[in-house]
Structure formats: structure tokens, C-alpha cells
């Protein structure tokens, strides 16, 4: 049996004001990436049975970052055993301000353009399954977006027509919680959330294929 999480504590999220690249990358591989590591070996399997597909976890090296630090780190579950970002997928991750669990669909993904006319065929089926306070986003390097109720359904397939048309856009859906939440700091309550959060998007990764 998986040992409990840990949870994440404050101190996670004071890594990104830590100034310049090397010691904020010392403390970010000391302090997050091994609860990046564990949620992976925790989450892997329960994804891999929801999916019906062998799913891989991916946690953020920044190994191309020579100057600026990053402001987030993440781990990406996908079907590639090698890579990622060519695939639609899930996250976990943390900017300074919160952490965010979410379906994901960058612009390196081939799949940008099939998921997006499904998910715009599909929009009433998006619309009853997603809840209203999820958040939508149309770039990953950017902290937060729109809830679903604040889109609405016109804002919705503005999002998904951009990503059908532009090459560098993106389509992102999940939670993002605070970092003081309470959930954080209670390990197994927090891989529950994620777990359930998975659940819910699930369709939308159904669609990009």
C-alpha cells in the first residue's frame, strides 16, 4: 500500500520568490519535485484504468532555462512514454499563487485541431458535464483564466475556434486552488480532489482524438 501523501505546505509555493535561476531550481528540486514525483506514482495507475490506456508521468525539468527562473512547475501524465506536450493530457502544478489540476492541450499537439472541432460539436455535452467554476485558460504560462461561467458559451467557442485556427494557441481545463486551502496540507483529501478532478475532464480529453 502507497504510503499517504504529504500534502503541499506554504513553504512549496515560496520557492517561485526565490531570485535568480540556480537557487530557485536547488530549492524547487529539493522541496516540489519529489511530491511531483510521488503524486506521479500515485496517479499514473488510477489514470492509466481511467483512460483504458497506459499513461506516463512527466515532471518539468526547465532543462532549456539558462537565465529566467521559472514561475511554475508541473507533472504531466500522458500515453507517451518519452514526451508529453505532443500530447493531449493532464497536469498538476504550481505557480506561487496556487496550484492548478487540469486537462491539457499546448501548441506543440498535433491534436489541437481535432479536439477543437469536437469539443465545438460538442459544446452542450461540455456545458452539462464541466462545472461553471472550472477555469479555461489559452495559455499554460499564464496563471489563472476564465471559469466556464464567466466564458460562457459564446466565450467557450471563441477559446476553441482560437485554437482551431491560431498555431500557438492552447486549451487548458481544470481547478486551480489557492495555496492556502486547507485541502492542500491534507495529502490524501488533496490526491482525492485531483483524482476526482481527472474524472470530470476525462471527456474532454475523450475528445482529442
Not at 500515485?42 to 483512460?51: D, G, K, S, V
Not at 527562473?69 to 499563487?97: C, E, V
Amino acid at each position: 500500500m502507497a504510503r499517504p501523501f504529504a500534502g503541499f505546505a506554504p513553504e512549496d509555493f515560496d520557492v517561485f520568490a526565490i531570485p535568480g535561476l540556480e537557487p530557485r531550481m536547488d530549492a524547487l528540486i529539493a522541496r516540489v519535485r519529489p511530491k511531483l514525483n510521488e503524486l506521479g506514482e500515485r496517479l499514473a495507475p488510477f489514470l492509466t484504468e481511467l483512460c483504458g490506456e497506459p499513461m506516463f508521468p512527466h515532471v518539468a525539468k526547465h532543462a532549456r532555462r539558462t537565465i529566467n527562473p521559472p514561475n511554475d512547475t508541473w507533472i504531466a501524465f500522458a500515453p507517451g512514454k518519452r514526451g508529453y506536450k505532443m500530447f493531449p493530457h493532464f497536469q498538476i502544478g504550481l505557480f506561487g499563487s496556487h496550484l492548478f489540476v487540469q486537462f491539457a492541450i499546448i501548441y506543440e499537439s498535433d491534436n489541437k485541431s481535432v479536439f477543437a472541432e469536437h469539443a465545438l460539436q460538442q459544446l452542450d455535452d461540455i456545458e452539462t458535464h464541466i462545472p461553471g467554476h472550472y477555469v479555461w485558460s489559452g495559455n499554460h504560462m499564464v496563471p489563472g483564466g476564465d471559469t466556464q461561467a464567466e466564458l460562457g458559451r459564446d466565450g467557450l467557442a471563441k477559446l476553441l475556434e482560437r485554437l482551431r485556427a491560431v498555431k500557438a494557441s492552447e486549451a487548458l481545463c481544470g481547478i486551480t486552488i489557492d495555496r492556502a486551502d486547507p485541502i492542500l496540507r491534507d495529502g490524501e483529501a488533496f490526491v482525492a480532489k485531483a483524482a476526482d478532478t481527472f474524472r470530470t475532464v476525462l471527456p474532454l480529453y475523450k475528445m482529442s482524438f
